[in-house]
């Protein structure tokens, strides 16, 4: 049996080929959108790719199974467990809907699908067996049910596609999954569908695997025996679900168009900048220094891009990017991985730097001399942040829910924003602009630097 790893770092999200290679086979577990990882390795391998299948219906990234699926011809499995609400709309001919229990065959190698609703309804963990060299499972793929030092959130669902009163029912399922779990043997691999970073849990490892058995000594969720308290214990702390989670469901559900069937942005003369502008068309400025268009959100292209832009991004407006030709394919590509499939065009920087001025940036001691002349703190990063340490007198509003608090922010008062390095801040301080924001400035280095600096910090 061939195994191997595919960790797509922008989402923190792992997918994975299994391959029989007395047959030349290949099947591919929760695969992401971009397809040629998968290719090359079946390639590279001398593999065929005829079957993929994924644990669940996808929250967090637009799943590739269709593109796999019409690219290579391979057979589609997918979990035929859950409620009306979380049934694949796109089934065929060319699909096997997998219910509980049920087996099927890669050459040699025998995969067994066992339903675990708790992070959704229809959620399947499969195991693998290597039939030529034993009688016995060697792995689990647990999808989003277990993860190395964590269990997924069950409350997804309610929090993101709004379906009211499933959380404390999907946190009860995980107990029962868990229980599952406790009784089977330790040597068993545990590959889980993401690592640390990922928001399907809330303290994800960064080990990219493990086993059964060291999962149920050091992971929290093997400690509860008490189906109350487990319940409490994964329902707190969860981290709020990017907003563009709600329409993963809905796209993985009915089913991605087909990327070969997307047009390719193309280059935007300057002269229509203002116009788009004005329109309801998101602008999202890519450029790493400070120099900034007005009304466009500044973005840095770091591997949460495809995050940061989930949160403000309409789906059903075009969006436009500033950047240089070389970042327009890996731009595009992030952008897809979380559906946003209307990118109308790209501006080049240099055609539009007479549209261009810089962001106010400070360094630490800027900063504390504009605290002393009474410049009001605003801390954009996570709640759960805040609290472990803040500059005194903070106000903290998360980056992502700005929008929502506009109107409780002064604008006859100097703002200085900071996050913890500094690139939330700036997303914050290009989303004050847009809404006619013109005293703020933002602190270079976030709170690291101030921390550097010899600055102190207030601890709960």
Known sequence: MLLKYFYDRAL???????????????????????????????????????QVTETHIH?????????????????????????????????????????????????????????????????????????????????????????????????????????ANTAESGARGQFRNMQMLKALPDYLQVLPGHGAGSACGKALGAVPSSTLGYEKLFNPAFQFDDEAAFVAWLLADQPAPPRYFAQMKHVNKQGAPLIATLPEPQRTERYLLNDILRSEALVIDTRQQNMH??????????????????????????????????QVHDLVGKLRAIGVDNIAGYFLPDEIDAYSKPLRVVDAGEAADLIRKGALTLDVRTESEFHDERIAGALNIPYTDLPKHMAELPKNRALLIHCQTGIRSQIAASLLERHNFTHFAHLDGGIDAWKAAGYPVEQD
């Open 12 to 50: 923190a999200q792992a997918s994975y080929m299994i391959g029989c290679q007395e047959t030349g086979e290949a099947l591919i577990i929760d695969p992401a959108r971009d397809i040629t990882p998968y290719l090359q390795a079946a390639q590279q391998e001398n593999m065929r790719i005829v």
């Open 293 to 326: 268009v007005s009304c466009a959100l500044h973005i840095q292209p770091t591997d949460s891009f495809s995050t940061y832009v989930g949160w403000f991004v309409n789906y059903d407006q075009p969006v436009y990017l500033i950047c240089a030709p070389e």
């Open 59 to 163: 929250a967090d990234f637009v799943s590739g199974i269709r593109e796999i699926a019409a690219r290579t011809g391979a057979r589609m499995y997918l979990s035929g467990m859950g409620d009306a609400d979380w049934k694949y709309q796109f089934a065929d001919a060319n699909t096997v809907l997998l219910r509980d229990g049920d087996t099927w065959m890669l050459g040699n190698i025998k995969l067994s699908a066992i339903h675990t609703p708790g992070h959704t309804p229809e959620h399947l963990i499969f195991s693998v067996t290597d039939t030529k060299m034993a009688t016995l499972p060697l792995a689990l793929f647990t999808g989003d049910c277990l993860f190395v030092g964590d269990m997924g959130r069950p409350d997804l669902l309610e929090k993101a596609a709004g379906f």
